[in-house]
């Protein structure tokens, strides 16, 4: 996320719900290894670099003291407050937060602790409990015009209706949503939890201050349909996201001139966004079969095939109704509802299997007795 975002020195990167820094470290490495560990820069520009350009917000105590530490052995020293801040981002401590040109972040999973506090939040125009959605207008309000954002987010968040169609389409206005790259499963949150990370622009690629309709076209990388389960025994490593960063910028992820790094900003990122041409087939696309899906009408078979596809604003209004779950291979272990067995059945089995289940817990019950 880090060599896709390009962080350079002179930016402000903040993470609203830091955990124990890594984002904000690993921003930090990258910057430091454009500039010569940051020997490149003036005297005050490395003062910056060490005190003002991180801000994380962290909300649990215990984490936040592991997040300084982290940050202190880095060399980021952060303001008063160190690096990483205590509190609410949903709250009052995010709504204080200055306007950053960057932000990484992978919000917290579920509904709990710390949701309600966006319904105090009269900033975020959508009220809602799903701490996914309340972090995400957090975040792309919060970005400076041209600022950029690299999210890590559940399926929900994409397919969700009601609020969750609000806050997309809310998005897709106010940012050039450019990215979105399909995790496999268990990166990030649980085993056969869905994630994704959504890449995105404040403004247009074409003007920073626009505010409306600044999502064009949304590409799409596939990594998780027909991708191994990973875990320790099948670890996902760099191999992995190597074809992704590669369509992501057809140049390279690294661009340094006289020991200062471009940015992906304004002229750079719309020549990135030029290059771009759909079609990837590594990890044995091509045997993948394709889905009869509205992503595949009228679309010629070797891209069908493809992992990294283009798909217009007007076609994800017309054919998703600003979904975002856009997917068009078939996953070798998907079920096809064509081919599941009568309502009747389906019913008789679960019923079953609940029933087995109340057997086992009667069991352990009356053994649990017993053993007293």
């Known amino acids: 996320m880090v060599r896709c975002i390009k962080p350079k020195a002179g930016e402000v990167v903040q993470d609203p719900a830091a955990g124990t820094a890594g984002f904000l470290i690993a921003a930090d490495a990258y910057i430091k290894q454009h500039t010569d560990d940051l020997y490149d820069l003036t005297a005050t520009e490395q003062s910056f670099q060490r005190n003002n350009a991180f801000v994380g917000i962290e909300l649990v105590p215990g984490t936040r003291r592991l997040a300084l530490m982290n940050c202190l052995l880095h060399g980021m020293e952060g303001d008063a407050e160190g690096v990483v801040h205590l509190g609410n981002a949903l709250g009052d401590s995010g709504k204080s937060l200055a306007r950053a040109d960057i932000i990484l972040a992978n919000p917290p999973f579920g509904t709990s602790k710390g949701g309600e506090a966006s319904n105090t939040r009269d900033d975020l125009t959508y009220k809602t409990s799903n701490k996914q959605l309340a972090f995400l207008q957090h975040i792309y309000r919060n970005l400076k015009p041209g600022g950029r954002a690299a999210v890590v987010l559940p399926d929900n968040v994409l397919f969700e209706a009601g609020v969750g169609t609000d806050v997309r389409r809310d998005l897709m206005h106010k940012c050039n949503l450019h990215t979105i790259l399909r995790l496999p499963t268990g990166i990030f949150y649980a085993q056969g939890v869905k994630t994704n990370v959504l890449f ?173």
């Not at 900003?265 to 030029?274: K, P, V, Y």
Request: charged residues 30%; negative net charge; contains cysteine.
């Open 200 to 372: 995105f622009t404040k403004g247009s690629a074409k003007d920073k201050h626009q505010q409306e309709n600044c999502t064009e076209n949304v590409w799409v990388y596939d990594l998780r349909t027909n991708m191994p389960s990973f875990g320790k025994r099948t670890p996902f490593g760099e191999q992995h996201l190597t074809p992704f960063e590669q369509v992501y910028d057809s140049q390279g992820s690294a661009n340094v001139a006289g020991g200062r790094m471009l940015g992906a900003t304004g002229d750079d990122f719309s020549r990135i966004l030029a290059r771009r041409q759909e079609g990837e087939y590594s990890f044995n696309a091509e045997q993948v079969e394709v889905a009869e899906t509205d992503e595949n009408q009228g679309v010629d078979s070797k891209l069908a095939h493809s992992r990294w596809r283009k798909f217009s604003r007007g076609w994800i209004r017309e054919h998703k109704a600003d979904s975002l779950d856009i997917s068009w291979l078939k996953d070798k272990d998907s079920v096809d509802a064509a081919n599941l067995p009568e309502p009747d059945v389906l019913a008789r089995e679960a019923k079953d299997e609940l029933e087995l289940a109340l057997s086992e817990l009667d069991g352990l019950l009356q053994a649990l007795e017993g053993a007293v």
